[in-house]
């Protein structure tokens, strides 16, 4: 069984359109996440949501935004793509915020041409 | 704000040896560390958390280690196998999310 599990694994899009990141945890978590690793392997915390509500809310454009429709999913929608949107964004869950030990989906893989 | 930093970046060893990866933070006020490794293309795998009020934490052939008061945690991997090869990232959760450090990308040489 997948404990945290992203759709899709791979999206190709132009500049200009808008798509969506999906992520589900069947862990029974409180609390979800949204990392930007960049082609430097740097991972920078995007969001955090604490029982659906919103707790992190980095220096990200704001043409992402997440929406969590409960504890369980944590989607990710990006408007108006920009090639330096290219990154793998990464889920995760933990069982409280931050002090709690985290578990990352396998990640997507997103290239903007 | 925080800052994790992990060194060295890149370490080759033959596989049978012991080596230890390093990782140093900036603001002690910590809750906790964790250990994770990533293989290429891959997601994050979690390999060991220690809590603000521990010193260690082992498991198997990985035994991790936090000094809140220097900054520094290291991870020990004993008799390193080929398939320890991978990145090594430390996540330290401070404030009210996690920095994480840059990585050290471990490749063991059979």
């Known amino acids: 069984d997948t404990a945290v599990s992203q759709t899709p694994k791979y999206l190709v899009t132009q500049m200009g359109n808008d798509k969506s990141i999906k992520c589900e945890q069947n862990l029974g978590h409180d609390t979800m996440y949204w990392y930007k690793q960049d082609s430097k392997k740097f991972l920078k915390i995007m969001f955090s949501y604490n029982n659906k509500e919103l707790i992190i809310n980095e220096t990200v454009p704001n043409r992402f935004s997440p929406k969590s429709p409960d504890k369980a999913h944590l989607n990710l929608h990006i408007n108006s793509l920009e090639l330096g949107d290219s990154a793998v964004y990464f889920c995760a869950s933990s069982q409280r915020a931050h002090s709690y030990e985290q578990y990352f989906g396998p990640g997507t893989r997103l290239t903007v041409t | 704000k925080q800052e994790v930093t992990q060194i060295p970046a890149a370490l080759s060893v033959p596989e049978g040896e012991n080596l230890v990866l390093n990782c140093s933070f900036t603001d002690s006020a910590i809750y906790n560390l964790q250990w994770f490794r990533q293989d290429p293309g891959k997601g994050l795998t979690s390999l060991l958390l220690?809590?603000?009020?521990?010193r260690e934490q082992t498991s198997g052939r990985l035994n991790a280690s936090l000094d809140k008061s220097s900054g520094r945690s290291t991870l020990y991997i004993a008799a390193s196998q080929p398939g320890d090869s991978a990145t090594y990232l430390c996540?330290?959760?401070?404030?009210?999310?996690?920095?994480f450090g840059t990585g050290t990308s471990l490749t063991v040489i059979p």
């Open positions: 996540a330290v959760g401070a404030g009210n999310q996690f920095y």
């Open positions: 220690i809590q603000s009020s521990q």
